[in-house]
């Protein structure tokens, strides 16, 4: 079954493209993903040939054949991205690269935009993943006319995507959209403090944090400041 896998996945039938997959070999192929993973993270790069583990920053390592394997089966077969996806999730490994070169793709069949929200903050893995799919789905600037819900939604992504540059190291980058969250959240709560003021603050300590990072302690202070006034109230 393994070998039918391998041929489905990289496409290595007549004319290089399998048709899809029966949910009999959907299945097999979910475990195959598994497998794959497994494999790599347990055989060793040669060269060196030293045992093959999680790189402390999350990505891959062992045998580059498993690698280019897994690329390979997500270019053949994006629509299996669902169970590659949850493999790399729990685990990390080979698996990661294919996604991310999948999510390259202007025609990906990655929900970009759910990924950039829903990969856990801190997924050493998945990191650059995520900030792929939040810079690819960076909300447009507001406009006068936008309601609150949608003022709302983009202080929201922007203050993850400031999050996910920080984590991937690219702090300065990151200080701009924090910001702009600040913007719109202190917008949002002269309107409504009841309903915004919380996440003012939330956003107010997140810059606090950005700028914490990327060595502006002083400038850190005045939100983090105003953050913790706000939550006295």
Not at 156 to 182: C, D, F, K, M, Y
């Amino acid at each position: 079954m393994y070998t039918a896998c391998l041929n489905h996945l990289a496409g290595q039938q007549s004319g290089g493209h399998a048709p899809p997959p029966s949910p009999h070999l959907r299945s097999e192929i979910g475990r195959f993903c598994d497998n794959l993973d497994r494999a790599g993270a347990r055989l060793p790069a040669t060269p060196p040939a030293e045992p093959a583990a999680q790189k402390p920053d999350g990505g891959p390592s062992g045998d580059p054949a498993i690698c280019d394997l897994a690329v390979t089966a997500l270019r053949q077969h994006p629509d299996l991205w669902e169970e590659a996806y949850a493999v790399a999730l729990h685990r990390g490994g080979v698996l990661t690269p294919a996604l991310e070169n999948l999510a390259t793709r202007e025609d990906t069949p990655l929900p970009l935009r759910q990924l950039a929200a829903e990969i856990p903050l801190g997924h050493a893995a998945l990191r650059g993943l995520a900030l792929h799919a939040a810079l690819r789905t960076r909300p447009t600037p507001p406009t006068a006319d936008d309601d609150a819900e949608r003022l709302a939604d983009i202080a929201a992504r922007l203050g993850t995507l400031g999050i996910r540059l920080s984590e991937a190291g690219r702090r300065e980058e990151a200080l701009a959209p924090t910001q702009e969250a600040v913007t719109i959240r202190r917008r949002l709560a002269e309107a409504s403090p009841g309903a915004f003021l919380s996440d003012l603050a939330m956003s107010l300590n997140n810059l606090g944090n950005r700028l914490s990072e990327a060595g502006r302690r002083e400038e850190a202070l005045a939100p983090t400041q105003e953050a913790v006034t706000i939550r006295r109230r």
